[in-house]
């Protein structure tokens, strides 16, 4: 029976090759979107899920506690994990990883010269043990556990060596020291939060054979025993600090900690801790999980009210079967079918078209997919799967409704379908208002970019350019400077400890002096022409200069040290501008006194508002020179500071980074959200397109002898055109009613993760409305405009 059905509904199909081609279309392009987002989704969640045990290994993130106030960092100090091995039985072995990438670049010299590599890191001896990653050479217990000792991934063999095979026990300098290579990895995979080219013994680092409790440079995990109760654990590790800690928490009068969060909520997880490798917030993943199940939906509703406008096209077919003897459950079965065997084909060219369109689709969503999942058994069942349903919800309506057609009726051509034009209806508003909200909502988020791109940082990051140095450089940093200067390559050079789109190290004003206020601060290691490189506002004070003593010169004569304070740092403190001139704080490594106040910029991502900020000369922990060049074509001054580089310090690579460029870098994950926004925006409002046609297609039939009337009376194609779109404008407007609501719920919802977000304005609203009114005028247009040139004649004899 079912043979017969698939024979019946290919003929059919082929037959009605204009409705089979839109609804072949339609079906495609909406499940290749689901496949795709659901691919990206699957990499995305699959995040550090491939090591043995994932379940059982968690990272270790750090918590400052001063005043109430609280900052959550993702890195820990190096005697953690050491102490816990061997001091807490539910430990089954740890890790740390320090990433050099952190401060600095090293080079790495294989006998063909110098190349600057930053993805370096080093691991102590436990890290194979902890991450069970393929060695394609070296034994997992041995690779890192002597001085001098590095593990290379795959490709970076390949690039230094040659081959991956012939790179174990050769030879590379890293800074000028030499390292033996005792292992090679494959490449990290796509899905691990780490990634580095290069994994160094930690022992050959300075902390390696005697760690300590501060700093907290170092990423730390833990391995916990099969069975181990993590609270019961976490309640040992506070034990642990208290011992070693507790009396310098005390002494200092802040309060710290330590959490466990799993490996695998590392990439999904908090975004505002840092980590080696940027991660996704986890509510786009809902996001585009529900796009691409409201672009499944509309494909579907695009089929129903296409086979509903085709139907009237098939009362004859229908009132002869069952005049056949053909049971209501035999022709449900038959349409069904047809629905069927149409979700088939636009599968299978689904996969045919994700196949070719995934690479352009991995380079927008900034991840590499694989369509291999898609053939594996899960993803072959799941395929399975939605044909079913797809297939059964396309086919359902139609079906029930043509199988209940009265056979005389049918076969007389006068069964009325009007009785279910409130579920067609129904269907085109939700398809319109599923366009015109993604189409808001793809508004919104271009507008907050536009907005993070526009408004004013508070400093000037135009003409800025970044050259990051070795701390081997240091003594030749001032010489270098005063060299770009005299060239006239620099306009202003000023060192600094970080980028200012991104300053990471945290203080803690303590109360003394002049302030009774305690309150965590972030402090900037710069040098004296900070304010004129970026072009700082200066409310009040004077700026730094070279008299000015430095943060370690201060220390050692015990000096009160010159600093500069942002507006939001002096509020701490219940001050103007022109009141703190002069005042003294306690900075915790010493005194200072406040020299300048400057206006409040942003020295981070835009999700995080203004806090306080301290600057204060200290070039000798600077590693970055920030370089104001002329206005005009920057290659040639470029090449001058190149030139200026390659005098000093030849063995080095140049490399430099824009700041806007950097700035804009922090909202990548926002720029896909916005692509993606688009791309499915689009297709939304195609397929909904589709549907529409499919609708005004069912009208026009029907309504084709009245039409027919009206021209012969002398009606114009306007009046047609008017006479078939009232109706469809009036689901338009419901349609853009409920969008405006979704719009006013996402603008809200995802707006409130910035502090600076752009101001409301009713433009991503009306343009989204406007575009959909048009396309949804051309669709009418077009219909009415084949209806209007039909013979009056031939429509009203047929009649």
């Given amino acids: 029976m079912w043979k017969n059905y698939l024979k019946i509904s290919f003929r059919n199909l082929s037959k009605r090759k204009l409705y089979t081609g839109i609804n072949l279309l339609g079906l495609t392009i909406a499940i290749v979107s689901f496949l795709a987002i659901c691919l990206y989704i699957q990499h995305e969640w699959s995040y550090d899920k491939m090591y043995a045990d994932y379940d059982r290994i968690y990272k270790f993130n750090q918590e400052f506690v001063s005043q109430g106030e609280s900052q959550l960092v993702s890195s820990t100090p190096s005697s953690l994990i050491p102490t816990l091995i061997e001091e807490v039985p539910e430990v089954e072995t740890g890790t740390l990883v320090f990433d050099i990438s952190i401060f600095s670049s090293v080079l790495v010299d294989a006998g063909e010269g110098n190349q600057e590599e930053k993805s370096f890191a080093f691991a102590d001896e436990n890290y194979f043990r902890v991450f069970d990653f393929e060695l394609l050479s070296g034994t997992p217990a041995k690779v890192l556990a002597d001085l001098n000792q590095i593990v290379l991934t795959k490709s970076t063999a390949e690039r230094y060596f040659g081959d991956a095979g012939s790179a174990a026990g050769k030879a590379l300098k890293v800074d000028g020291v030499d390292y033996t290579v005792s292992g090679v990895m494959e490449d990290f995979p796509s899905n691990s939060h780490m990634e580095f080219d290069f994994l160094a013994s930690f022992k050959s680092h300075r902390h390696g054979s005697d760690p300590e409790w501060s700093p907290s440079n170092y990423y730390t995990y833990v391995k916990l025993k099969p069975g181990t109760d993590v609270t019961a654990f976490e309640a040992k590790v506070e034990q642990v600090k208290e011992k070693y800690l507790g009396k310098d928490l005390a002494e200092y009068g802040y309060k710290t900690s330590f959490h466990l969060q799993p490996v695998s909520n590392i990439h999904l997880g908090d975004q505002s801790l840092g980590s080696i490798k940027p991660g996704t917030d986890i509510r ?19 089929y129903v009210n296409l086979a509903t406008a085709e139907a009237t096209e098939r009362n004859k077919e229908v009132g002869l079967r069952k005049a056949m003897g053909a049971g209501r459950g035999q022709l449900f079965g038959q349409f069904v079918s047809e629905s069927m065997l149409l979700t088939v084909g636009a599968t299978v060219l689904s996969v045919l078209c994700l196949y070719l369109i995934l690479p352009k689709f991995s380079e927008i969503g900034g991840v590499p997919l694989d369509a291999k999942s898609l053939v594996s058994p899960l993803g072959v069942s799941l395929m399975l799967g939605m044909i079913v ?31 279910g034009a409130w579920v067609r209806k129904s269907l085109v508003v939700f398809q319109f208002f599923v366009s015109i909200g993604l189409l808001i909502a793809t508004f919104v988020v271009k507008g907050q970019l536009d907005h993070m791109q526009n408004v004013s940082l508070g400093y000037d990051r135009e003409q800025v350019v970044a050259l990051t140095y070795h701390y081997s450089m240091r003594n030749v940093a001032e010489t270098m400077k005063a060299e770009m200067l005299r060239s006239g390559a620099a306009s202003s050079v000023a060192l600094a400890g970080d980028m200012p789109v991104h300053i990471k190290a945290g203080y803690t004003i303590f109360p003394g002096g002049d302030n009774q206020r305690e309150f965590m601060i972030t402090g900037y290691s710069t040098d004296e022409d900070i304010v004129r490189t970026l072009n700082l506002n200066v409310l009040a004070g004077l700026d730094l200069n070279e008299n000015d003593a430095s943060r370690s010169e201060a220390s050692k004569s015990e000096a009160l040290v010159p600093i500069i304070l ?57 590693n970055v020179m920030l370089v104001k060049i002329p206005s005009g074509n920057p290659n040639g001054t470029l090449a001058s500071l190149e030139e200026v580089w390659k005098k000093f310090v030849p063995e080095r690579p140049f490399n430099y980074r824009f700041i806007d460029q950097e700035y804009a870098q922090l909202y990548r994950s926002e720029e896909r959200v916005g692509v993606v926004f688009t791309l499915f925006s689009g297709i939304a409002v195609f397929i909904a397109c589709m549907g529409l046609f499919g609708l005004v297609s069912y009208v026009a039939l029907r309504r084709t002898r009245e039409i027919s009337i009206r021209k012969v009376l002398g009606a114009t194609q306007k009046d047609v055109l008017a006479v078939l779109a009232s109706d469809f404008f009036k689901l338009l407007t419901i349609a853009s009613v409920l969008a405006i609501g979704f719009g006013l719920w996402f603008s809200n919802t995802w707006l409130q993760a910035f502090a600076n977000k752009m101001a409301f304005s009713p433009w991503p609203y009306v343009l989204a409305i406007l575009l959909v009114l048009l396309l949804a005028t051309l669709t009418i247009g077009y219909r009415s405009w084949k209806v209007f040139i039909l013979n009056p004649a031939k429509t009203l004899k047929s009649e």
């Fill in 284 to 302: 786009y993943l809902y996001i585009f999980g529900i796009v691409a199940l409201l672009l499944i939906a509309i494909g579907i509703i695009n």
């Fill in 389 to 419: 349903i797809v297939g059964l919800l396309a086919g359902m309506y139609p079906s029930l409704i043509l199988s209940g057609m009265e056979p005389i009726n049918a076969l007389a051509n006068k069964t009325k379908m009007g009785g």
């Fill in 566 to 622: 942002n507006e939001s740092a002096i509020k701490e403190m219940g001050w103007t501008p022109e009141e703190a001139i002069g005042k003294t704080v306690n900075f915790g490594f010493s005194y200072a006194q406040i020299k300048a106040v400057v206006g409040d910029f942003y020295f981070n991502s835009m999700h995080e508002k203004i806090g306080p900020l301290g600057i204060f000369k200290d070039p000798g922990n600077a």
